[in-house]
């Protein structure tokens, strides 16, 4: 499966920033691993001075201009944020998904880093991090980020690291895990899109067609289908021996997406 064209950026738009303050420190060689330095994230809490308000406002700027793919413009919000509060954490992740972004890795890990040794319990900036190890081959690595993400009862938004844990996993080859994470994610929070998708290629690739085609039903009842998920279904429908399923997923392709690699795997019978 090619997970550099998934059905939904792999980022989630941009997973949201935060950080917060500590005592504790991290060392280079893996996350802290005791539960009881539980830390809320700092983008749920409110600014009590004018100059976190100041690094409060332009991190969130930054992360607008990120997800409207600005980074230039992300990266001098983020150097107003530190000029404004120089130990600000959520500002050194909005660097490290910014230079992640620009495929800056040496310097999107540095900031990273710097953003856990001031918050090394924020969930956010530890999904952050362990989904910049995912996407750098560090992929085993970057496991214990998101289950010490996920062990924080202040985390707000688990879906986002149990989303991008699944997908870690199938880049792992381990279905497995990928599918319980997966399905995990969408229990809490149902309108994460992505995962019916990736749900259905494992049910898929399981050999679990009519699963495969459920997900999908489910995902097509919340979007119109795209050129990934008509694709998905059209071979779904085959393997069902849907005539009707994979004549509507074929005018579909041929009507929306003739520009698109799933459209000429079609015309050259790429099915499997």
């Given amino acids: 499966m090619n997970f550099d064209k998934l059905l939904f950026p792999l980022l989630l738009g941009v997973v949201l920033l935060a950080g917060c303050n500590s005592n504790l420190t991290r060392q280079d060689s893996g996350p ?16 009590t001075t004018d100059v976190r308000q100041r ?35 959520p500002a050194y992740n909005l660097l490290g998904l910014i230079y992640m972004q620009l495929r800056q890795n040496d310097q999107a890990e ?10 090394s319990g924020d969930p956010e900036i530890n999904t952050n991090y362990g989904w910049f190890l995912c996407q750098t081959g560090r992929v085993n690595e970057s496991f214990a980020y998101f289950n010490l993400a996920l062990r924080n009862p202040l985390y707000q938004t688990p879906a986002k690291a149990l989303s991008n844990a699944g997908v870690c996993y199938m880049m ?5 895990n990928g599918e319980s994470y997966l399905f995990r994610s969408l229990k809490v929070d149902p309108s994460n899109l992505r995962a019916y998708y990736l749900l259905a290629d494992i049910s898929y690739r399981a050999k679990r067609y009519e699963d495969a085609r459920d997900w999908l039903k489910q995902l097509h009842t919340q ?3 795209t050129s990934e998920t008509a694709w998905l279904a059209l071979k779904i429908d085959r393997k069902l021996g849907s005539r009707d399923g994979e004549a509507n997923n074929t005018a579909i392709l041929r009507r929306k997406y003739r520009d698109t690699i799933e459209y ?3 015309l050259r019978g790429e099915f499997d």
């Fill in 110 to 119: 540095s900031n990273f880093k710097r953003a856990l040794s001031l918050a």
């Fill in 55 to 89: 690094a409060k406002v332009h991190t969130e700027l930054g992360l607008i201009y990120l997800q409207d793919n600005r980074p230039n413009v992300a990266l001098e919000e983020a150097k107003i944020a530190l000029d404004a509060e120089s130990s600000y954490a």
């Fill in 223 to 225: 979007i119109e289908p």
């Fill in 264 to 266: 000429q795997q079609m």
């Fill in 32 to 47: 802290p691993t005791d539960v009881s330095a539980v830390e809320q994230s700092v983008s749920t809490q409110t600014a």
């Fill in 172 to 176: 792992n080859k381990d279905d497995l």
